[in-house]
């Protein structure tokens, strides 16, 4: 602090509860600011002396100060995109198919430019019928031009016959190995394209659909920045981020109108080019950065594709790569410089890409290569052991158990609850295991997540689940901001409150260490700070 004097600081913080996440997990009263970073972190009276006319003094009267919260897996580009499209989720009124017919019919009146019509977030679950909608469905109200409908979970999705033949899928297209196509019982395609069976097929759905325009896109993430920074996030890793997505996050960066910092983890079918280029992971600045690669090994839990054994409700396992395809893929993206981000939820995929990992880093051995696990949803004892001996590193769905809970304990062996979004016993392990969302998968906001880690208690049926892998609220603050950090290699510039860190900020309504675990999910966001720049105020 004695580097300063008081005309340089530009913000003060005051009268508050700050939760520092340092390694103490110690507390203040106050902080100052420096362009945008944090400079001193204290009581109030330590930095009473640095206030000057210029300074923009805030008191907090009381209210809570963290570490900005950094979701480390979600589809911000993604769902970006879909901002511009139409919203079929529960929450936009979609209750039924003839819901969903009516907002394609209105959609397709309205939207003038020649784009597809793409529907997002729809939830079978939650519709009258429990069935997905199909090709027929969609083509009662739109049959003359190409719609495309994205199952919440981002794994199933659903063509009108227009589109099919846009893209030429018939009844005579191969089935790809992973996945599978849905068919009535006269063995015709019903549109609904299930798991790797649609992203084979068509390399990726963003192909299949041409994306929208760079300002478009731009537009949408400026949009979904504002709800992210409502509920204080400051940091998001883009978990799925292709070309367009990286173009239109160059233009926002240029601007200087990323709304929230992004670190983006690439779909590994762009891999080739992007080695050409000569990127590496942490190439971009503290605003914007790649992060690694990403692939998929097995399909998901809420959908009951994952690869997760001895269950029932787990019958249709999707598997997209060979075990050698997975050890030659982790090889080369870790010879060319990248982070390996790999989604695999069940035990089964977690498995097999931990041999593939093995080999590989026997082939090439890198010392801290904190090689991703996208989900780690279903683990062991063993696991856990062999996580920890590889140097890996778990980020965990964390408003699962709570947000998806029902559906899961109806598909997972009873014996493997306790196994499953296994918090508790990662932490136990040494292992900083972060905590994400993967909106659109769970809601967005990390309080969600806080109330699914400490409750462990479903959404519906309010039932426990796996109540053996609770953890306290402080750890799974610390899931959110110091371990989150870690897993994009920044717990050196961000993650908790400290001096020299960036001052990504956010202001609670309420204490969380105090309020009762219910009330987690309802804390409200009072204000988010990104770089010493306020970004948001209730
Ligand atoms: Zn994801």
Sequence with gaps: MSNYTYEEIDMVFMNGKVITMDPENSTAEAIAIKNDLIVMVGTNESVKPFISKSTQVIDLGGKTLLPGFIDPHNHFGQMAIAKLGLDLSPSAGVKSIADLQNKLLFRAANQTNDWWINGTSYDENKLEEKRHPNRWDIDQVVSDRPVILMHFSGHIAVLNSKAMEVVSITNDTPVPTAGKFGRDENGDLDGIFYGEAFWKLTEYYPRLVPPPSTLDICKGMKALGRDYLEEGITTVGDAVSYPWTFKAYQTLWKQKQLPLRVVMYIRNS?????????????????????????????????????????????????????????????????????????????????????????????????????????????????????????????????????????????????????????????????????????????????????????????????????????????????????????????????????????????????????????????????????????????
């Design 270 to 538: 762009f891999f080739d080019d992007f080695v050409k280029t000569g990127l590496v992971s942490g190439f971009g600045d503290k605003n914007l950065k790649i992060g690694g690669i990403k692939f998929f090994i097995d399909g998901s839990m809420s959908a009951g594709t994952a690869a997760v054994s001895d269950s029932p409700g787990y019958n249709q396992q999707l598997f997209c790569y060979t075990k050698e395809e997975i050890t030659e893929m982790v090889n080369n993206i870790q010879k060319a410089g990248f982070q390996v981000a790999a989604h695999a939820n069940g035990d089964i995929a977690i498995n097999m890409f931990l041999d593939a990992v093995e080999e590989a880093l026997q082939k090439n051995p890198i010392k801290d290569h904190r090689t991703r696990i996208e989900h780690c949803s279903v683990v062991n004892q063993e696991i856990i052991e062999r996580i920890k001996k590889i140097g890996a590193l778990p980020t965990i769905f964390a408003p699962m158990a709570w947000y998806h809970g029902d559906k899961v304990k109806r598909c997972i062996d009873p014996e493997k609850e306790k196994w499953a979004f296994a918090f508790r016993s990662f932490l136990d392990a040494g292992i900083p295991v972060s905590g994400h969302t993967d909106y659109p998968a769970n809601p967005y906001a990390p309080r969600y997540g806080l109330y699914s880690q400490v409750s462990r208690t479903t959404r519906d049926s309010k039932q426990l689940f796996g109540p053996e892998q609770r953890i306290s609220v402080l750890e799974a603050l610390r899931t959110w901001t110091v371990n989150a950090a870690y897993a994009t290699f920044d717990e050196n510039i961000k993650g908790s409150i400290e001096p020299g860190k960036l001052a990504d900020l956010v202001v609670l309504d309420w204490n969380p260490l105090l309020v009762e675990p219910q009330e987690l999910k309802d804390l409200k966001v009072m204000m988010t700070v990104v770089g010493g720049e306020i970004r948001f105020v209730r």
